[in-house]
């Protein structure tokens, strides 16, 4: 599969306007993903991008919870309610909501954080604190990539 690799900054307008890396752009391209999904990660002070299609992926996860669960009503809303639709422009630029702009703590500066399958927007100081706490954590456990599940195509 085709991943997002390092970070970018990139300027941010007063219309709430940035563009996207060309390098992630060219990912997008690839995946034949003209739609991103934009939404406030749960966890950081930044904003999740998602690939229509990973996005529809992880939304398809709700089939498996009753239908008028909490567990659903509650995941629901907080995977649809908060997520917005962006499709770059012509000259690659997305345009973000305010409250995902206040959400990320954003200024004039956005660093685009690539993690793998999809890509994060942090300030720029925030997202150079984020790789080093991870960093600090992975260490702390020794934490390692695992080879596979057994059974797992390789």
């Known amino acids: 599969m085709t991943q997002f690799y390092d970070t970018y900054t990139n300027r941010l307008d007063k219309k709430g306007r940035v563009s996207v890396p060309a390098p992630f752009r060219a990912v997008l391209e690839r995946l034949g993903a003209n739609d991103l999904i934009l939404s406030p990660n749960h966890k950081h002070p930044c904003i999740d991008a998602r ?3 990973l996005f529809r992926q992880i939304a398809a996860q709700l089939e498996t919870l009753d239908m008028f669960s909490d567990d659903h009503d509650d995941l629901a809303t907080t995977l649809f309610a908060r997520s917005t639709s962006a499709m770059p422009d012509a000259e690659g630029r997305i345009t973000l909501p305010e409250r995902l702009i206040a959400h990320a703590g954003l200024s004039d500066q956005v660093a685009f954080m690539g ?19 991870a960093e600090r954590r992975a260490l702390e456990r020794r934490l390692t990539v695992p080879r596979g599940r057994p059974g797992a195509a390789a």
């Open 51 to 53: 690939p229509d299609t």
């Open 115 to 133: 993690v793998g399958s999809s890509f994060q927007l942090w300030a720029p100081e925030a997202a150079a604190a984020r790789v080093a706490e």
